[in-house]
């Protein structure tokens, strides 16, 4: 069985042990990546019952070194789940409910601390949203048959996407494999299920004793950093700033993003100087935002109750936040593309090429093609990029360069704020041609031909490229093929690193021979 088959197997056989449990003194809402108040599933279950049982709801984040490693996350998303936190503990302190956060080094310990905080605070009750990685499944369905043992029934719920994994079949029973369809049954899904579409409710206030009950939870402080996940000074300055954390930014920007954008979404959304996308995935990546919510407020925007109709920029904006659902329902079902695997088989045996300096340069924007370079730039200052530039830089690492899409793929979640393995594996998988429905290996990006479409005018390049910002015309996006070179040497910008005519030929050559085809 897949992790995700085992954990929904070990709920519903200890369903019937676990429905003899009492009431216990407290509720336990656990938050991962989902830290918000608003539109929760699993908070706003917990809280009902605790409403019930008219006893106070205590919620927990456990900060894991161990996780942060394991998931290469980037210092930038840590401190953004960090000041998120704190955000989180204030809101839920008016409602009179104390967020716990605590530092468990070894992740495998993990399950054992929630028990023992549980038993700690007489908890019968231990609520959570399901994760979709491996490890995170395993966890939980450990963590089911613990609490049965410890006499505490645990509920582990879905919410991270609008529908669940598993529920979408092809006409022959199996998962899907290609997104066109899949889109088509997920939208025929949610039309025919709109309360997955319904806000669940906040969660009220906790009886007035718990403030007192409770008092040393309250005092608890939100930890700093682990040592290796560190931001500096100037970093943490720039990305709080560009990236204010909680759900009520998520909410404004949301907001504003409906209001102003959404409607030139589909015209815009190709070209990365023209800001027309919502900047909203770091929200829906830490749960800041529901996707339930975005699709939700974006189909009360349109003219249709239609998920793909009315306004092709809101239509089309919906299909965007499918592809995250699609990703993760892949990922669930095939769960060795999180084990360092393509999704298909056959292109295991690609032969990459082994090059420091090519990385290198890739990956410090020196590649010496405009596009490329001001992409990388933008991720190394903004932990983030445009989706755009993500395909350009990533055909260019696997195609171009011929480096195994791997270092890629690392790399971006070790820099990208909004890193969520199901969408960067996924990104990574279609651009390489390695993933599940993606492009096929024949269809190499021309970076020259895509800086022209979509940064006709450069602007773009020349925001993130200073070398090149007095380069006139068309030249920026090759400067030195195209009269500008002396400029761009002078101003220390590097030539091509290598030949795209060259490198395309030999691209097919080698997926060619690695997948078996002639
Ligand atoms: P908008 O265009 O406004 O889209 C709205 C939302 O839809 C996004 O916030 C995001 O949640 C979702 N979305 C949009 N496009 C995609 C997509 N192609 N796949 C999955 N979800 C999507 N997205 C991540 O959230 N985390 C990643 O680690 C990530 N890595 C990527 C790596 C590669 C190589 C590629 C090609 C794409 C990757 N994406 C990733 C998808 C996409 O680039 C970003 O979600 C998007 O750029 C976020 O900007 P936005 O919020 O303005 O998006």
């Not at 906790?206 to 950093?225: G, M, Q, T, V």
């Not at 759900?247 to 959304?269: D, T, V």
């Not at 480096?403 to 890629?408: S, V």
């Amino acid at each position: 069985p897949r992790p995700i088959e085992e954990l929904e197997g070990a709920i519903a056989s200890t369903a019937q042990s676990r429905a003899k449990i009492t009431t216990g003194n407290a509720v336990v809402f656990w938050f991962k990546r989902d830290l918000r108040i608003r539109d929760n599933k699993g908070l706003s279950l917990a809280g009902k019952k605790a409403r019930e049982a008219g006893i106070p709801l205590l919620c927990v984040f456990v900060v894991s070194p161990q996780d942060y490693q394991a998931h290469l996350t980037s210092p930038a998303r840590v401190d953004f789940e960090l000041r998120t936190l704190a955000i989180l503990k204030r809101d839920l302190a008016e409602l009179d409910v104390p967020l716990v956060v605590e530092t468990i080094v070894k992740r495998k310990k993990v399950p054992e601390y929630l028990t023992g905080l549980c038993e700690e605070l007489g908890a019968r009750h231990l609520f959570c949203n399901i994760e979709y990685e491996v490890d995170e499944l395993r966890r939980e369905t450990l963590l089911t048959k613990r609490c049965l043992e410890k006499d505490i029934d645990f509920s582990a719920v879905h919410d991270d996407v609008v529908v669940a994994p598993g529920r979408l079949k092809t006409g022959t029973g199996n998962q899907y494999a290609v997104y066109s369809p899949w889109f088509r049954s997920w939208i025929r899904h949610v039309h025919e299920n709109p309360e997955l579409l319904d806000e669940w409710e906040t969660p009220g206030k906790n009886p007035p004793s718990a403030r007192d009950k409770y008092e040393h939870l309250f005092d608890n402080h939100i930890p700093p950093a682990p040592e290796n996940k560190k931001l500096g000074d100037e970093e943490k300055e720039r990305f709080a700033h560009l990236w204010p954390a909680g759900e009520h930014e998520a909410m404004g920007r949301l907001s504003k993003f409906l209001n102003e954008k959404i409607g030139r979404y589909q015209a815009g959304r190709n070209f990365p100087a023209s800001n027309s996308t919502a900047l909203i995935s770091v929200h829906h990546s830490a749960g800041t935002l529901a996707a339930r919510m975005s699709v939700r407020e974006a189909r009360n925007v349109n003219n249709t109750k239609k998920l793909d109709g009315g306004n092709p920029g809101i239509a089309g904006w919906i299909s965007e936040i499918a592809w995250r659902d699609f990703y993760k329902h892949v990922l669930a079902h095939w769960p060795y593309v999180c084990m360092n695997k393509p999704f298909k088989y056959e292109y295991t045996s690609i032969e990459w090429e082994y090059n420091d300096d090519h990385f290198d340069k890739w990956r410090n924007g020196q590649t010496g093609f405009p596009i490329v370079d001001a992409a990388m730039r933008q991720l190394n200052h903004m932990a983030y990029m445009h989706n755009r530039c993500r395909m350009i830089v990533a055909s260019f690492l696997a195609k171009d360069l011929l480096l195994d899409w791997r270092l890629g793929e690392k790399y971006f979640m070790e820099h990208l704020i909004d890193g969520d393995f199901a969408s960067n594996n996924g990104g990574w998988g279609f651009s390489a041609s390695t993933g599940v429905d993606p492009q096929p290996y024949f269809r190499i990006f021309n970076p020259l031909l895509q800086s022209e479409k979509f940064d006709a005018d450069g602007e773009y390049i020349r925001k993130w490229v200073p070398e090149l910002r007095d380069v006139k015309g068309k030249a920026i996006h090759d400067p030195y093929g195209r009269g500008e070179g002396k400029l761009a040497a002078k101003n220390g910008y590097p030539k091509p690193v290598v030949d795209h005519k060259i490198c395309r030929e030999r691209a097919l050559a080698r997926y060619k021979a690695g997948i078996g085809r002639d």
